[in-house]
């Protein structure tokens, strides 16, 4: 389904009944990377999952797509959908997002999931290669994206298990938009650091991490857990950035498992 959100045409999923689990996903990949997500949680939970401006279905729009106007798109969402305060789970980018969200609209969290992200902004050579790598797609299409993402973004034991999952995960990069790979790779660079707003977080939180993640290595979320009063950290042996399709049965059992928490809040 669609509808206009914020200033654009955004597509989302908004699948079965009860409390409300909001999924984002992270650079450059769409809402179906939490399709097994879905169908695991719809039975119990109202799954919404969107595609972020520019990504997926979603219509792009020009400019630097920084955290805190993609945060302000999800607030609209949930508004729109008339449903909140929502548990929400962010993958990569879509943690960064978490966190521009928590600050601006703690109101609507009822729990957050950070999935392969860190709190820490990027340090200056970091945001020098954001802008290259803004520049290069601007000029070339998304085959910088492919050749700088593809294949960091998955383990090589999950590429091994499933060996088309290499390809979906290409498809998704090579089909978002221009103006949102390079809108969001500046936006991405001047984030905020969220190192400070970890000891406020107050609401139940869950932190997803790869032991063989090559782009966010594992002890970012580890320090993020020791920061946040009360988090829950687990680790993935053996997976890689994108845990949702690569171990997706036994990310399932962890979030059914910490969804449970919620029955007596």
């Known amino acids: 389904m669609n509808a206009s959100i914020n200033g654009f045409r955004m597509h989302f999923d908004d699948a079965g009944k009860g409390a ?20 695991a949680l719809r039975k119990s939970y ?17 400019g630097v797509y920084d955290m805190e106007l993609l945060a302000d798109d999800m607030a609209a969402l949930l508004r729109h959908l008339q449903c909140g305060p929502a548990i929400i789970a962010g993958h990569s980018m879509g943690g960064y997002m978490l966190f521009a969200f928590y600050r601006k609209y703690s109101e609507l969290a009822r729990g957050l999931i950070l999935v ?3 709190a ?29 993402m593809l294949a960091p973004m998955l383990a090589a034991a999950a590429i ?4 088309t999952l290499q390809s979906e995960v290409e498809y998704m990069m090579r089909n978002a938009s221009l103006p949102g790979l390079a809108g ?14 970890l000891s406020k977080i107050t609401v139940p939180t869950l932190i997803l991490a790869g032991t063989a993640d090559a782009l966010i290595p594992h002890a970012e979320s580890e320090k993020m857990a ?3 009063p009360n988090a829950h950290l687990h680790l993935f042996e053996g997976a890689g950035h994108l845990l949702s399709m690569e171990q997706p049965q036994e990310m399932n059992r962890v979030l059914a498992q910490w969804l449970k928490k919620f029955d007596s809040l």
């Open 160 to 163: 091994a298990a499933n060996p």
């Open 184 to 197: 969001a790779s500046r936006g991405m660079a001047a984030r905020r650091d969220a190192t400070d707003l």
């Open 226 to 228: 020791q920061a946040i």
């Open 46 to 62: 109202r799954v919404i999952t969107p595609d972020v401006r520019g990504y997926g279905e979603s219509e792009a729009t020009p």
């Open 120 to 148: 820490v902004a990027d340090a200056p050579e970091g945001k020098a290669n954001r802008e290259a790598l803004a520049q290069r797609v601007e000029q070339e299409g998304p085959q910088p994206v492919v050749e700088k």
């Open 20 to 39: 409300p689990i909001l999924f984002i996903h992270g650079f450059p990949l769409n809402r179906t990377i939490w399709k097994a997500q879905v169908e």
């Open 116 to 118: 392969s992200t860190r």
